[in-house]
């Protein structure tokens, strides 16, 4: 037999004697060990990372890099404390983090709502609060995202009131700022995704609050900003409706006004339908009134609506049914 044999052997019998001892020795300990790992549960988060304004610089530069993968980062914890049950308890402060690093990144403020209505063991008030912090800070860093501005007049506004706080006047007060959001939304146009019919709900807001005149305000400013033909219905339909309200008009006046207000507006669909059918209502507003040059020609009807060359000019005298069109 050969050295190499005689090595060869020695090496595989030290080997089994090794195994024979360590076998033994791994199943007496590892028996308590598992015993305990079964025992112990995970109870509470740690938060690692350090305050926002450190996270930027942390970044090195790769701000928007950084927070997609922060981002990713919640949404796979938010998946794994749903499935162990366990409250995701910094979830805010990642948001908060994120939305320093990029504050245009838009995905936080669209989801924080379904992020924290899903908490494990339910959201607490505090919860609400913080995320109405949130989709704020969206409404900041966004102003003219009519999608933010909708899921933060619905929550504040609709959901947080109806289904987490408990406090009568903190509802009363959330419910007017959520239709501040949906009016400005209803201001931006919307017809996109159907934004417009969306934000509508902040004018049941006010009506249900008593704020006749806030609600026929926005009611003007949607019908404004929108091109949806059957959204514009609608929303005649309502000041119609609204019209005939006794306690929506606290004055004469501003009943002679409104009325002054839909009467132009018809004009003005008027005159869209038939000087503009092919153009938005954009575009409509854009180009300006047409200009009837034989009929304006000598300047003896300059008041006339028909010689406006702006709708300001135009609007001044729409309503005077001399210079109906």
Known sequence: MSGKTRTLRSDLAALAAAWAVAIPL??????????????????????????????????????????????????????????????????????????ELDPTFREPYLVVEALTVFLAKGATEDDIRQARVVLERGVHNLPNDPEILIAAGSFIGLMAPSSYLSDPEEKARWKLDGAEYLARAAELGGD?????????????????????????????????????????????????????????????????????????QDQFDEIWRTAYPLASKTGVLVMGPPYDAAFCSGGTQRTSPRCAFTWAQWAAEATDDSHAR
Not at 234 to 260: G, P, S, T, V, Y
């Open 26 to 99: 791994i199943t007496l300990v590892r028996h308590p060990a598992a015993e305990t790992h079964r025992l112990v549960k995970e109870t509470s988060d740690v938060y690692v990372l350090p305050p926002p304004a450190a996270v930027v610089r942390l970044s090195l530069g790769h701000r928007a890099a950084m927070a997609d993968y922060l981002w990713a980062g919640v949404l796979v914890e938010q998946g794994l404390h749903s499935v162990s049950k366990r409250r995701y308890e910094n979830l805010f402060k990642q948001i908060e983090a994120i939305n």
């Open 192 to 264: 996109k995704n159907q934004f417009g019919w969306q934000a509508l709900s902040g004018f049941g807001l006010l009506r249900k609050a008593g704020k006749n005149r806030q609600a026929i305000t926005f009611l003007q400013n949607a019908l404004a900003g929108t091109d949806d033909e059957e959204l514009r219905a609608h929303i005649k339909a309502l000041m119609d409706k609204m019209a005939q309200n006794e306690d929506a008009f606290d004055q004469a006046e501003q009943r002679r006004a409104f009325a002054a207000f839909r009467k132009r």
